[in-house]
């Protein structure tokens, strides 16, 4: 089992930057494929980026690419995601979770655990 925990998120001025961090719990962080969901008020959830259990294969949202960029550190057990040149339109809380599927997923079910978000606030 696999507990994870975000942080880093918060207002920021569109055209700035965060990095959002995800903590994982368990020796068994390594075995999964991470990936990064948001969703807006009113909207439903959507995929953001993914990277496989080694780190060797990244997948991004067509919103965020060349934007975002994910990435993970195993003996830290910890997922980040860096976001630059953030829009208003990427104001939402922003998830982490561990996806059974070694290579990653864009889709949600795949994804066994959750954090419990944080969120991302872009003024214009």
């Known amino acids: 089992q696999v507990q994870l925990v975000e942080s880093g998120g918060g207002l920021v001025q569109a055209g700035g930057s965060l990095r959002l961090s995800c903590a994982g719990s368990?020796?068994?962080?390594?075995?999964?494929?991470m990936g990064w969901f948001r969703q807006a008020p009113g909207k439903e959830r959507e995929f953001v980026a993914t990277?496989?259990?080694?780190?060797?294969?990244?997948d991004y949202s067509d919103s965020v690419k060349g934007r975002f960029t994910i990435s993970r550190d195993n003996a830290k057990n910890t997922a980040y995601l860096q976001m630059n040149s953030l829009k208003p339109d990427d104001t939402a809380d922003y998830y982490c979770?561990?996806?059974?599927?070694?290579?990653?997923?864009?889709?949600?079910?795949?994804?066994?655990?959750w954090g419990q978000g944080t969120q991302v606030t872009v003024s214009s």
């Open positions: 979770a561990a996806c059974r599927y070694g290579l990653g997923s864009k889709v949600g079910r795949d994804y066994n655990y």
């Open positions: 368990g020796r068994s962080f390594s075995n999964y494929a």
């Open positions: 990277i496989s259990y080694t780190g060797g294969s990244l």
